[in-house]
């Protein structure tokens, strides 16, 4: 399809939205591992499911569409998406990563890849000069993630992003909590960009999978060989079930962050909540840089109870959104990172982070914000 579309029309009218063959209105499942060569001196386009399948094909298609890069891959996970992306790094490479990143790729780059020798030094990223002053002779790459988890942090992409390529570094987002929809990372010179599509894009939760969208087609083919490699691949009902959630994307991200940004003031107003974070108050620190960068404030607001006792009467009591690991969701899901997400880092380094005790997560799903508020006010009583 053309690329000059507005974004809420490419969301529907991706390419794969006919099926070419019977004008089915949705790509079929291609539920086989391998293809028949009906002529072996011209092997098939695909030939075994793990290199290529029609169905991942569409939905790699697709994000490399709304995402305006190269090509896209599907993966098992977020986490196998990021994990095969690192595997372009070699033993001895050294790399910049925002401190506050999430807490599997924390653990990943902690206590994997150092047995690989791949080295990591975490920086704040909202302060350039940190991000300077981490540069060593072995550095190859910067991996950035704005808004951060859980305490949306605002990370500046375009400066981020020219200064790796000034450097020779690769430069590589996590997307998650955006979204294309608001945010698109590579048009500011990103490298790489990378989803857990298992939050907003599939958006039902009922799908694990991952996403990486490369900028041009020579990191195109290196991502290629590694999916293949690996064989990290998202299989062929999940790659489905994945375009069916990511068709409503634009419809459900704008209905959540409206009551996203009402469920932030409220919380604001309140004198027993200590912090509330998200980029889209007036008193976010981040606020102007991520207003320059993305066209929306998303739908994960955290704030801070207080203590653990509050955060773990505000769970026991909430009725309607689910106590639960995760995001980005129909329904919405009120999460405790100091146990959940973020379980895996030391407690002092959690702290250091901002994430306490009393930190709580709140990604804002379809239901009446008023119903959503009423619910917090009684768990907080
Ligand atoms: C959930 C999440 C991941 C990991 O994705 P999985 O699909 O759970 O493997 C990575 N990054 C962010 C920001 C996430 O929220």
Redo the contacts with the bound molecule.
Sequence with gaps: MSNDKKFETKLIHFGGEIDKTTGASSVPIYQASTFHHNDIFNPPTFDYSRSGNPTRQALEDYIALLEGGARGFAFS??????STTFMLFSAGDHLIVTED??G??YRLLTSILTRMNIETTFVDMTKPEQVKAALKPNTKGVYI?TPS?PTLKITDIEFIANWARENNLLSIL?N??MTPYYQRPIELGVDIV??????FLGGHSDV???LAVARNDSLGRQLKFLQNGLGTVLGAQESWLLMRGMKTLGARMAHSEISSRKLAEWLSSRSDIQNVYYPGLTNHPGREIHEKQSTGYGAVVSFDVGSEEKAKQVLSKVELPIVA????AVESILSYPAMM?HASMPREVRLERGITDGLLRFSVGLEDIDDLISDLEQALK
Excluded: P, Q
């Design positions: 996970s977020g986490m196998s998406a990021i990143v999430y599997g790729t993630e988890n996590d998650t909590f990378l989803h857990s599509a298992t939050k694990l999978a991952g690991v995760s995001l980005g997400s």
